[in-house]
């Protein structure tokens, strides 16, 4: 299909892409990224240089950290008479909230490089974005959205609350053995008709984009502030990232599908979620894979949506044991957030009860902080990730431990194994707050059930924590897990996040792109015209 392509518009598409897109489109052809990608894949040589970090802390360590932190948390717990001082640990290297794309709860994170300063504008009436330069760029407000949330958890896109988002992440696209980015359900990504969707097929609505798909597309038009990015991978289909990025030829297939689907589907980005790279081998093909699809993207943009800076973000640890294998530095040069996944610190892999997602360390009980947010934030700023970059992640579920006497103590069984925040706490229990981890949990005395999960104290130490450091917002997974009104913690995280910087705090860096010249659907190339 390539070769013939290029035979009949190879001299069009070298001379003005936009020009070639007509006949591309009309040859049926799907390759359009994969010429654009391989012709700049073709002219760069990537050479990885590794940097060392240091082994993985043991407790004895982390404890030092957390005293450290003291005066930060003192200053947090002054702000607020619901505040308190909790500590962080690093995830788990499985993060086994995210173990099937069945469970109704997982886990997921975001931030931002220099970009040149653009100038050219575009009449918005037409659906043309404007520069969307990320310097001076309000805080993230990012949710994770899970295609298949709309079956079990009954979770429609229309139910996002979009006032308090600033982008949505689609979880997960798949990959193929070849390296190709896929739909990981079909039915939930582009067939599923919603309410407001006709079933008058004519010949052209037939090669229109429904589902979940639809439905972002429409979000973005009525709000022009917010973005949609493809997230690829997840924990049940990272297995595959290890072949794929080891090779040219695969991550040019990854990179030219992936732009592929997002510029079919509507998309303003990709968020990549490999967990996680385990060797500096890993770690340097996930530095040229970023590169490969960093240089694919600023290609599509220049033919397409001139001005318009398509984002790349990564879903990343907050587990020492997994970002010091990292290559902090190859990887900031192509990504816009670090989506700093801060929960799944404790569960059921443990011999003793945790806060899953605490704030800081807490050195008179030491197991039950195996980790901590603060620990990981402070570590990639060392290693040269700017604080506006690293985006928080919140989880909206808890984890259950069965049968203990408390936090930091054994238990035996964790019944469900985790409960949607909207669930919690659960009937017969009792909300608690550890004063030095800054963490929330639930426990019932009778049952001997604990819960550990983020409530809306927590999630307001965890705003002014985000504004005291200069991060670059929050990202939550994900979005069935929240309760609605007073309770819900995204909104609670916006309004004091508003309260801290101002009302258009929340952009989120430029408007979204509406403008897809060359999708395969005719819908989205029309804008829904």
């Given amino acids: ?15 003005n892409p936009v020009s070639a897109a007509p006949q591309l489109i009309e040859l049926g052809a799907q390759d359009t990224v994969e010429v654009l990608c391989n012709a700049v894949v073709a002219q760069t040589v990537t050479k990885t240089v590794y940097a060392t970090f240091p082994a993985t802390r043991s407790s004895s360590s982390t404890t030092t950290r957390a005293s450290s932190s003291s005066s930060s948390a003192a200053r947090l717990l002054a702000s607020s008479s619901s505040t308190s001082r909790s500590q962080t640990t690093s995830a788990p290297s499985s993060n086994s ?50 295609n298949w949330g709309i079956y079990g958890a009954d979770y429609q896109p229309d139910q996002l609350p ?34 407001t969707d006709s079933w008058n097929e004519t010949s052209s609505s037939s090669l229109n984009a429904y589902g979940c798909i639809k439905q972002l597309y429409l979000l973005k038009q009525k709000h022009r502030h917010l973005k949609t990015l493809l997230s690829i991978g997840g924990w049940t289909f990272s297995s595959k990232f290890p072949s ?48 490969t699809c960093r240089h694919a993207l600023d290609s599509y943009a220049a033919s397409y949506a001139a001005g318009y800076r398509f984002l790349i973000t990564i879903a990343t640890s907050a587990g020492a044991m997994n970002y010091n294998k990292l290559d902090f530095k190859g990887m900031d040069a192509y990504i816009d957030a ?10 059921g892999w443990d011999f003793t009860t945790g806060h899953q997602s605490n704030l800081m360390m807490n050195p008179g009980n030491i197991n039950s902080t195996k980790f901590s947010a603060d620990q990981a934030v402070g570590d990639y700023i060392k290693n040269g990730v700017a604080p506006r970059k690293i985006v928080l992640g919140v989880p909206l579920y808890g ?8 936090i930091g103590l054994p238990f035996e069984g964790i019944g469900q194994g985790t409960a949607s925040y909207k669930e919690l706490p659960l009937n017969g229990a009792e909300e608690k707050w550890d004063e030095v981890a800054m963490a929330s949990y639930s426990y019932d005395e009778r049952k001997k059930e604990l819960v550990s999960y983020d409530n809306v104290r927590s999630v307001g130490v965890k705003s002014r924590y985000i504004l005291e450091k200069g991060l670059g917002g929050v990202v939550y997974w994900e979005g069935s897990g929240d309760k609605s009104g007073s309770e819900s913690l995204v909104g609670v995280v916006a309004g004091e996040l508003r309260k801290g910087k101002g009302k258009r705090v929340l952009e989120g860096g430029g408007e979204n792109n509406l403008r897809y010249p060359v999708s395969r659907y005719v819908n989205i190339r029309n804008g829904m015209v």
Avoid: Q
């Fill in 399 to 406: 984890r259950i431990f069965e049968n203990t006497n408390g």
């Fill in 97 to 146: 909230a995210r173990l099937s794309t069945t469970s109704s709860s997982t886990s997921r994170t975001l931030g931002t490089p220099p970009v040149p300063s653009v100038s050219t504008t575009y009449n918005n009436t037409t659906g043309a974005p404007f520069s969307n330069s990320t310097s001076g760029a309000g805080l993230r407000s990012a949710i994770y959205f899970t």
């Fill in 244 to 291: 794929i990025a080891s090779t040219e030829s695969g991550r040019r297939k990854f990179c030219s599908s992936a732009i592929n689907l997002m510029k079919d589907w509507g998309f303003d980005g990709l968020d990549i979620d490999w967990e996680y790279p385990s060797s500096a081998k890993e770690a340097s093909d996930l530095v040229l894979l970023l590169r």
């Fill in 162 to 195: 979009v006032e308090n988002l600033t982008h949505i992440l689609y979880a997960f696209a798949d990959i193929a053995p070849d390296g190709e980015v896929i739909s990981s359900d079909p039915y939930a990504d582009l067939e599923k008709r919603f309410p």
């Fill in 338 to 347: 670090w989506h700093l996944m801060a929960y799944d610190f404790s569960g």
């Fill in 1 to 15: 299909m390539l070769s013939s392509l290029l035979v009949l518009v190879a001299p069009l598409l070298l001379a």
